[in-house]
């Protein structure tokens, strides 16, 4: 089943987010070389492309997992969460519909 996984970022952990991203980025390649990533993208703090300094507010991903409390324990396990760039993390069952 796929599912949606809602990272938000505590204030002013830009930096250890930008140290952590190589890492984060590994483990989502690793679901998309599995056929298993839908998506996956940072959410920027500001209404840009690129946010500069004002940096993000999260993260949301699409991934397949065979249950719901592999896809929680696969999110807890992040770099991004494991280092405290995400105050919180949610994780949602999703049924894609279009397109």
Known sequence: MWYLILG???PGSLATR???????LQRLQDLAGQGRL???????AIDAEDPGPAGFSGSAIV??????EQARA????DPYRQA??????EVHPFRPVLP
């Open 8 to 10: 938000r970022d505590q």
């Open 18 to 24: 930008l140290e952590q991203r190589p890492a984060h």
């Open 38 to 44: 839908m998506l996956a993208g940072p959410l920027p």
């Open 63 to 68: 991934a397949e997992f065979e249950s719901l």
């Open 74 to 77: 696969w999110a807890e396990a």
């Open 84 to 89: 405290g760039v995400y105050a919180s993390v």
